[in-house]
């Protein structure tokens, strides 16, 4: 002891960090080192007592090492790694088809097929539900798939590139392109001064940006002009040559304490209330805690980076390709800024290369400057992002603060929850209403709680403006709630599935704090089924015995269940239409107003297709998304493009099929040999198919118990995760993940369970890898305003390492929902929380090695929950020493 209390006291002296050392956490990077001593020292007197065992030689001993103090040797690094399993489970349904308005009997949309409404064997649902692949699976994996950056250039083509703010709170005080203009190869420069003002503004929701600064850059990275030249590479070195004079207007605003402090806010504040959360905080005998909870962004990282390629036409015509989930919006802002009709502009989309919302509205400044630029000049103009501009500019996750009290009995009934949700919105509003608004619908995950009050309130701050992310606030709002939730089971003395337990909503008839009923909730039976499956009881004991029997290595597991409301919050939102083509040839060609991304959405409508003509899946094609087939759609996003764009697909294919039938029939039920009688006799052999989700819509600003239903259903899912800390680095592994998801009658059960392991695993990235950095007060290396984490140098995502040992999903049986197309529920979103059950057994791995230093009671660790956060939480002496010299927090630091 007396060695090794020397040599940190070397290492202290001679690695001294000061809190603003460049790359930032001083105290974990100390504690590191002398953590490193400790494995050293624990490995060499391990292997000198093997040796002195099995020497013949009269050697002295060993220092001794107890078998539970010689876990510090071990690291997952030495340590060969098990071969990574996994089991897939889902029962392919029969029945639960629906039809729509056109042949329902009821004239309403999700109708149940049976013998009146049209077909005899109702119960036969192939090529719907089947394990179909991906249909662009091999294209996109041999490479083949073609993405916008692949499209062909003509010999005229332009290539563009945007000049960006550095300061994140200034004035422009003059902008000069002169020197890069003069470069050969440079055709034109373009700014706010080409633009009349009112053409210059957008947005997604509130027209509170600008497509180029015209007198104030309120964030680093906002687009000041377009350099355009004859090659990408000059482009950008011409980009990099405009100078640029700011005049500092102030500090700027970066976090979101320094907008509490400021008071700076944007949008309106959002307000709920249940029950009466006064009186419930009163009542005798209550267990009541108080706490915070930091949550922190996340990248995108999608494969593809923003692109466009805009070609003009005839009469000021605009082609735009480009990588989006939102044709109509890039259409529309494309033709404001070149100041042309809408219907002048075309919107064509094939395939993005992943999206994950970060394409929903965060494109739309990009195609536009391309579009204008290319309208200027009468000639073709594509540009990409390189992958360090498109994650400085584009926005992430919204950073939450949550601030809460909550009440249990002491039996662990909850009682009362008053809550603030702050987020961090950056310089324009985007789309984070909705998004706060997401959060405080999801705050009760699926736990009825009498009282509840909730209040939001939308940060403005000179960072980039964040905006949608899968989940769409809704996952901050469930992790804060799991966070007090553990705050009041550890001061309960109860295990917190315990808690979770004893609060699930009921199968029917409970009702939330928003005031919608819920109907055949599944949560109680789906907690049963994966408390049983996944041996919850068996492998939380054999976590306390491992924990038991080693000092420096931890176990930690958590069950955690999940809600998720589909539907657009906003109604107008939830239409979509579909145009249907039968050729003559008996192929079809469809085209909707969803986008593909390669979440499966394309393969799912092709097997509504076939199954509603009863022809082979292979006879279905769907080319791309385009603004002059399919107008006005909605962003593909919310989880629910299946549920609109099957439900309208099926309307046009019956309409189709209302006037086929007879040929079908004296056909005996040849498709082709009917379609070619039908041409010949002119009939009509396409239709256009709409779609608009009923019963639905909420308004924020009446009373509570009269703002509607926000939600069309619920996808239900849970999680129970094991996970291994090695207290000395932080390095955690995922030793098992069990995965059930309720999808109904799933559309395709192959794309369900992939959509799960995705979302899981980008859960995981969530809270637990993936940390955006800006220059703030919290981190004074930096500049302040600046990005740091623009690149996978400085910013991880989720490796082959960090996928769980032994993962298994299971698809739950016999939860049929009458209320999207045949009978399924909506997958894309709804997993991604339960990636968390990994942040809570991580946490309880990490309350065992505080029970060993000593520490009992809550802690608080924020997302995401990184090897340093780990480490320094684990509370042990060396973690303490450094911690107290080397952090004025008592937190390792965070943007948020």
């Known amino acids: 002891e007396k060695s090794l209390d020397a040599a940190y006291a070397a290492l202290a002296e001679d690695l001294p960090l000061p809190e603003a050392v460049p790359g930032g956490m001083a105290a974990y990077r100390q504690t590191l080192a002398a953590s490193f001593v400790l494995k050293f020292f624990t490995g060499v007197c391990v292997e000198l007592a093997q040796k002195v065992v099995a020497s013949t030689e009269d050697l002295p001993a060993a220092p001794l090492i107890s078998e539970r103090e010689a876990s510090a ?3 997952f690094i030495s340590e060969a790694r098990p071969l990574t399993s996994g089991a897939q489970r889902y029962h392919i349904p029969s029945g639960g088809m629906q039809v729509s308005s056109v042949a329902a009997k009821s004239g309403e949309d999700h109708e149940a097929l049976n013998e009146k409404n049209g ?18 699976a091999l294209a996109q994996c041999t490479g083949e798939a073609q993405y916008v950056d692949d499209l062909p250039s003509t010999r005229d083509t332009l290539h563009a590139a945007l000049v960006l703010s550095d300061k ?7 902008i000069d392109a002169s020197e890069a203009l003069a470069m050969e190869g440079v055709v034109g420069f ?18 509170d940006e600008q497509l180029f600064r015209r007198d104030v850059v309120t964030s680093t990275g906002q687009s000041i002009g377009i350099m355009v030249a004859e090659t990408q590479e000059l482009a950008q070195r011409a980009a990099r040559m405009v100078k640029v004079q700011y005049e500092d207007l102030g500090p700027p605003v970066l976090t979101i304490d320094d907008a509490i402090r400021a008071q700076s806010f944007m949008g309106s504040t959002l307000t709920m209330e249940c029950g009466n959360i006064d009186e419930a905080f009163k009542e005798s005998d209550l267990v009541v805690v108080e706490g915070e909870f930091r949550i922190g962004g996340q990248e995108h990282f999608y494969l593809e980076t923003c692109s466009a390629h805009v070609v003009p036409g005839e009469g000021d015509e605009l082609t735009v390709y480009t990588s989006t989930q939102t044709p109509m919006k890039t259409q529309k802002f494309a033709a404001h800024a070149c100041g042309i009709p809408i219907n002048k502009v075309v919107c064509r989309m094939k395939r993005m290369g992943g999206g994950f919302g970060g394409k929903e509205t965060r494109t739309v400044f990009i195609s536009s400057a391309a579009a204008f630029a290319a309208h200027r000049l009468g000639r073709p103009v594509r540009i990409n992002l390189d992958r360090d501009v498109d994650m400085w500019i584009t926005g992430t996750r919204h950073p939450f603060l949550g601030r809460y009290r909550a009440a249990a009995d002491r039996q662990g009934k909850l009682k009362a929850l008053d809550l603030q949700l702050y987020c961090n919105a950056g310089y324009s509003l985007d789309l984070s209403e909705p998004v706060l608004g997401r959060a405080i619908f999801h ?14 309130r939308m940060c403005k701050t000179n960072t980039v403006s964040n905006t949608a992310f899968r989940g769409f606030g809704g996952p901050q709002g469930l992790l804060v709630c799991e966070a007090w939730l553990d705050h009041l089971a550890t001061d309960l003395n109860m295990a917190p599935e315990e808690v979770r337990k004893r609060n699930l909503y009921a199968f029917d008839g409970d009702v939330t704090h928003f005031h919608q009923t819920l109907d055949r909730c599944p949560v109680q039976r789906m907690w049963k089924e994966l408390s049983d499956s996944s041996e919850l009881a068996r492998r939380m004991a054999d976590v306390t015995t491992f924990n038991a029997a080693n000092r420096w290595r931890k176990r930690g597991i958590s069950m955690l269940p999940t809600k998720f409301g589909i539907s657009f919050t906003a109604k107008f939102m939830n239409q979509g239409a579909a145009l249907v083509h039968i050729y003559t040839d008996g192929t079809v060609l469809v085209t909707h107003g969803g986008t593909e991304m390669g979440q499966g959405l394309h393969t799912k409508m092709q097997q509504v297709t076939a199954r509603a003509l009863r022809i082979p899946v292979g006879d279905v094609h769907i080319r791309e998304t385009s603004t002059d087939t399919v107008p006005n759609s909605s962003p593909t996003a919310a989880s629910a493009s299946s549920d609109m764009y099957g439900m309208a697909i099926l309307n046009a294919c019956e309409q189709i099929m209302a006037r086929l039938t007879p040929y079908v029939k004296k056909a005996e039920g040849d498709f082709k040999k009917a379609v070619n009688t039908a041409f010949f006799d002119r009939c009509d052999l396409s239709a256009h198919g709409f779609y608009k989700t009923p019963n639905i819509g909420y308004d924020w600003t009446l009373p509570d118990v009269e703002r509607g239903r926000p939600f069309n259903y619920f996808t239900y ?6 996970v291994e800390v090695d207290v000395l680095t932080g390095d955690m592994r995922i030793l098992r993940a069990d995965l059930l998801m309720d999808v109904g009658n799933s559309l395709n059960p192959a794309i369900d369970v992939g959509q799960v392991e995705g979302a899981f695993t980008q859960g995981v990235g969530w809270t637990m890898i993936e940390e955006t950095v800006w220059g703030c007060d919290e981190f004074p290396w930096l500049k302040p305003g600046a990005c740091h984490t623009r690149g996978p140098g400085n910013y991880k995502i989720p490796s082959f390492n960090d996928t769980p040992v032994d993962m298994r999903v299971s698809l739950l049986k016999d939860s049929e929902n009458c209320l ?33 230093a000593g520490l009992t009671g809550h802690f608080t660790v924020s997302t995401p929950l990184t090897p ?23 937190r390792p630091s965070a943007f948020v």
């Open 868 to 890: 340093e956060r780990i480490r320094m939480a684990c509370g042990d002496a060396l973690a303490s020493k450094f911690a107290a010299t080397c952090m004025q927090r008592s």
């Open 73 to 75: 040797a071990r690291t």
């Open 820 to 852: 999207a197309i045949h009978s399924s529920r909506a997958i894309g979103e709804p997993p991604l929380f339960l990636g968390a059950s990994a942040f809570f057994a991580a946490r309880s791995a990490i309350a065992s090695a505080r029970a060993d």
């Open 168 to 174: 994140p709170n200034a004035k422009l005080a003059s």
């Open 119 to 136: 077909e005899g064997d109702a119960n036969k649902r192939a090529p719907v539900g089947q394990p179909i692949q991906h249909v662009a």
């Open 717 to 722: 899912g849970a999680a129970c995760s094991e």
């Open 190 to 207: 373009f700014s706010a001064k080409d633009l009349s003002e009112e053409d210059n503004v957008w947005g997604p929701a509130a027209q």
């Open 443 to 456: 705050s009760d995950n699926v736990y009825k709680i009498p009282n509840v009050r909730i209040l939001g």
